[in-house]
C-alpha cells in the first residue's frame, strides 16, 4: 500500500468497483501471455532496462531519442565493457562532451545509421509517441538488433499532448505493430497511470504522492488483487487498460 497517502487515492480506495471493466477479457486474450501473474511494483524504464542488462561481457545498448545522453552513465554503470551508442532527429548533446559526441549520431526518425545485426539492447524511453513513422522504425530497430536481441523501454498509452507528440498507443495496438515489425512483444506493464498522468500534466503542484513512482489508480488497482476480486495477471492487465505510460520489452526471434 502507498506509503504516502494523499487526498486523490482515499476517494479511489473508498470507492473500489464492484463490476469489473467490460473490456477486460478482450485484452487479457491480447496480452495476457506477456503481462505478470503476480504482485508487480510500479516500473519505470531505465529501472526494467537495468534487469535485462549482463553485468559482465561484451553487450552493446543503443538509445533511440537519446536526447542529451543521460543514459550513458548509467548504463556504462552497470557493466564495465558495456558500449553505448545514442541517436537522436537533432544534434542534443553536449558536444563538449567528446566521449558523448562520438557516441551519438543524428538520424532521419526511420533509418538508424548502424549495421545490420549490431545491438543487443535498443532502448526508448517515452520516444514513439513523437515518432512520425513508427512502423518503419520499428522495422529499422529489428534490422539493428542482433538475433535475440530486446527493444525496450516506455511509451505513452493515454498521455495529454506534449512536446509535439504524434500517438498514443493501445496495449494491444504496440503488441501488434510490433508483431508486424518482427519483435515479439514478452514484456507489458503499467507505468503511471492514465489518470495520475493527466492530473500531472494539469497541475504539477498536485498533491498526489510520487506518482511515477507508485501511481494512485495503480494503488487501486492492487487493492482489487489484495481483497480477492481478482488474481494479480488479471490486476496487471487492468492496469496496462489504464496506463498512461507503458513499460515493455519486444525481441528479436533468434
Not at 543521460?70 to 558536444?95: C, H, M, S, Y
Not at 532521419?108 to 513508427?134: A, L, Y
Not at 511509451?155 to 499532448?161: H, I, L, Q, R
Request: with cysteine; hydrophobic share 40%; proline share 6%.
Amino acid at each position: 500500500m502507498n506509503d504516502r497517502p494523499n487526498d486523490f487515492l482515499t476517494p479511489l480506495l473508498d470507492n473500489l468497483p464492484t463490476a469489473e471493466n467490460p473490456h477486460l477479457d478482450e485484452l487479457v486474450a491480447s496480452i495476457g501471455d506477456c503481462v505478470p501473474d503476480h504482485a508487480t511494483a510500479q516500473l519505470e524504464a531505465f529501472e526494467h532496462a537495468a534487469t535485462l542488462v549482463p553485468r559482465t561481457g561484451e553487450f552493446r545498448v543503443l538509445d533511440l531519442g537519446s536526447g542529451f545522453g543521460k543514459t550513458k552513465a548509467q548504463f556504462e554503470t552497470l557493466n564495465p565493457v558495456l558500449r553505448w551508442n545514442g541517436v537522436d532527429i537533432a544534434r542534443r548533446w553536449d558536444r563538449r562532451d567528446r566521449p558523448l559526441a562520438r557516441a551519438s549520431r543524428k538520424y532521419n526518425g526511420v533509418r538508424i545509421p548502424f549495421h545490420r545485426n549490431t545491438f543487443d539492447m535498443v532502448f526508448s524511453k517515452q520516444v514513439f509517441e513523437h515518432v512520425r513513422h513508427p512502423e518503419p522504425l520499428l522495422h529499422d530497430i529489428r534490422r539493428v538488433l542482433k538475433p535475440g536481441g530486446v527493444f525496450v523501454g516506455s511509451v505513452s498509452c493515454m498521455e495529454p499532448f506534449h512536446m509535439a507528440s504524434m500517438f498514443c498507443f493501445s496495449p494491444h495496438g504496440w503488441k501488434t505493430i510490433n508483431a508486424d515489425a518482427g519483435l515479439k512483444v514478452t514484456f507489458l506493464a503499467s507505468g503511471i497511470d492514465a489518470l495520475s498522468l493527466g492530473l500531472w500534466h494539469f497541475n504539477r503542484d498536485a498533491r498526489q504522492g510520487r506518482p511515477f513512482k507508485s501511481s494512485n489508480l495503480n494503488i487501486a488497482i492492487d487493492a482489487l488483487a489484495e481483497r480477492g476480486d481478482m488474481d494479480w495477471r488479471r490486476a496487471n492487465v487492468l492496469k496496462v487498460l489504464h496506463a498512461g505510460q507503458m513499460i515493455f520489452t519486444a525481441q528479436k526471434a533468434y
